[in-house]
């Protein structure tokens, strides 16, 4: 038995102050209003003057702390090591466009992790693929020469893009056989629904059970509202890779905030989106539509002017991002507890709000039933926070995977 003694308990719908949370073997047992409690069998740990929240959900994160998602060997074992110190607990494995190769190798470590987790670290969760069904306008920091067309046969099924060299002898029906293959270690794909045969793999991937995305997108608000009735359910990065929301041509982020059916993924770092915007999305859509995500590269977690990459692109850490070469934004270098900060101290939400953007809501999209909340009988995935929003400990299905020394 461990209890978590003396802490600011960030609950679904209230703060509750000088508490205890009672830990047995992964699961919560109790939520106690005292802050002392004595049990010759229990592991006491102090942790007053700390937030204790439920522990965060990254559902689109690359990587961190120069270890990419497409990287050989163990790649995610490495990334789930790291992640419990900026209070992640559990997180998908966001991948880039890629080669059928090496989109197969970092599913096959998804299933292993998922399977037999390699010691201590973040659950890791069916993997998010910001895939090769994009639109090379708003491609981002995507490799060109990986994009293609949900269409089979050869180059037919290559996106065109000014300037890309060949990215191989592969076709979109290609990765989509490696998608099939790998139906449980899948969870959400990226696409833009405009590409000619976008509408229908849309239907295709929902029918499988995968949750469809909409993202890299330049989608009328038409097309868009088309692929939200087709079945997509979730949005890459509101308002980034995406067609800028006008009064006249709304586009997808005018979609999205509209539709209640679409849960949406935003960037909380204050850089990628405005704060004022993020507030405005929030408060939009609301806390309960919103996951707050980092979309963290190898970078995250490194100092500034380090160089790195994000999957087979070269990438450098600058002050509020990484970018490539030519300065293209390329993911960012956010960790989860800094985005919890951003919320509370830029976009002006309670602690209880954020730890439902960061934990609650993410949990309930994915159904990952007794995650995300602090409650009893939930999982004990649980972060420690000191009152500058450091990360002090963290538990995974009660075990403690990092604590600050």
Do not use: W
């Not at 679904?12 to 049990?39: G, K, Y």
């Not at 120069?66 to 110190?85: E, N, V, Y």
């Not at 693929?129 to 067309?149: H, K, M, T, V």
């Amino acid at each position: 038995m461990i209890v978590l003694a003396g802490g600011d308990l960030v609950l679904p719908d209230r703060l509750l102050t000088n508490a205890s949370i009672v830990i047995e073997a992964d699961r919560i047992a109790a939520i106690e209003t005292r802050a002392r409690i004595d049990s010759a069998a229990a592991r006491v740990v102090e942790v007053q003057d700390c937030y204790v929240v439920p522990g965060f959900i990254d559902v689109h994160v690359h990587g961190v702390e120069g270890h990419d998602s497409l990287d050989s060997g163990d790649a995610l074992a490495a990334i789930s090591s790291r992640l419990p110190r900026y209070g992640v607990t559990a997180f998908c494995p966001t991948t880039v466009a890629c080669s059928p190769d090496d989109l197969r190798a970092v599913l096959v470590q998804v299933a292993k992790a998922r399977v037999e987790p390699q010691g201590p670290g973040a659950r890791v969760l069916p993997a998010h693929l910001e895939s090769n069904f994009i639109n090379p306008d708003y491609r981002g920091a995507q490799p060109p020469e990986c994009l293609r067309l949900p269409l089979s046969g050869g180059t037919s099924g290559r996106a065109k893009t000014s300037g890309s060299e060949p990215g191989g002898s592969y076709s979109g029906a290609d990765i989509l056989e490696v998608i099939a293959a790998a139906r449980a270690d899948v969870g959400i794909v990226t696409l833009a629904p405009e590409l000619p045969g976008g509408m229908e793999l849309v239907r295709v991937l929902v029918a499988a059970g995968h949750r469809v995305s909409l993202g890299h997108s330049g989608a009328t608000l038409d097309m868009a509202m088309s692929a939200i009735d087709a079945g997509a359910r979730h949005a890459t990065h509101l308002f980034n890779g995406m067609a800028p929301m006008h009064h006249r041509t709304p586009g997808v982020a005018a979609a999205v905030l509209s539709s209640d059916a679409v849960a949406a993924e935003l960037i909380c770092d204050g850089y990628h989106v405005h704060p004022a915007i993020g507030r405005l999305a929030i408060k939009s859509k609301g806390i309960d539509r919103v996951m707050a995500i980092t979309d963290g590269t190898a970078g995250s977690g490194l100092p500034i002017g380090t160089t790195t990459r994000l999957g087979t692109l070269r990438i450098h850490v600058v002050e509020h991002a990484a970018v490539l070469d030519d300065g293209t934004l390329a993911g960012s270098t956010l960790t989860m507890n800094r985005a919890f900060e951003t919320i509370v101290s830029r976009f002006g939400f309670s602690v209880v709000e954020a730890a439902r953007l960061c934990s609650t809501t993410p949990a309930r999209e994915l159904g990952l039933t007794g995650l995300g909340v602090l409650a009893a009988d939930a999982y004990a995935d649980i972060t420690v926070m000191d009152r500058s929003f450091r990360v002090v400990r963290t538990f995974v299905a009660g075990r403690e995977v990092y604590g600050r020394s």
